[in-house]
């Protein structure tokens, strides 16, 4: 079945880079583009990053551009998502996604599996 599992997550000060892994299986990998999303204390699910099934292409949240950086390895099944400059506004649970090949990359309705996220939490 297809899983996707986070890893990276934790506690660090306003201006620190944690550099976030989801790792994928039971499926066919290099087909699929993936996300990432996060939801923070009371908030709902909002987009963070996307990138397409080769790595050539990736879009981010406005909030996170220019920080924020999305790859992946298709060799080792996995994507990651590298935090620069971090705020204490990013506090929050950080969910991989997989996209289930929509025409957009923005909405959670666009993605059709999820990990269980991990934590990433910015003191100021």
């Known amino acids: 079945q297809v899983q996707l599992v986070e890893s990276g997550g934790g506690t660090v000060q306003a201006g620190a880079s944690l550099r976030l892994s989801c790792t994928a299986s039971?499926?066919?990998?290099?087909?699929?583009?993936l996300g990432w999303f996060r939801r923070a204390p009371g908030k709902g699910r909002d987009f963070v990053a996307g990138?397409?099934?080769?790595?050539?292409?990736?879009v981010f949240a406005d909030s996170v551009k220019g920080r924020f950086t999305i790859s992946r390895d298709n060799a080792q099944n996995t994507v990651s998502l590298e935090m620069n400059s971090l705020k204490p506004e990013d506090t929050a649970v950080y969910y991989c996604?997989?996209?289930?090949?929509?025409?957009?990359?923005?909405?959670?309705?666009?993605?059709?599996?999820w990990g269980q996220g991990t934590q990433v939490t910015v003191s100021s």
């Open positions: 039971g499926f066919t990998f290099d087909e699929y583009g």
């Open positions: 996604a997989r996209h289930s090949r929509s025409y957009s990359m923005g909405s959670s309705a666009d993605y059709d599996y």
């Open positions: 990138i397409n099934w080769s790595g050539t292409s990736a």
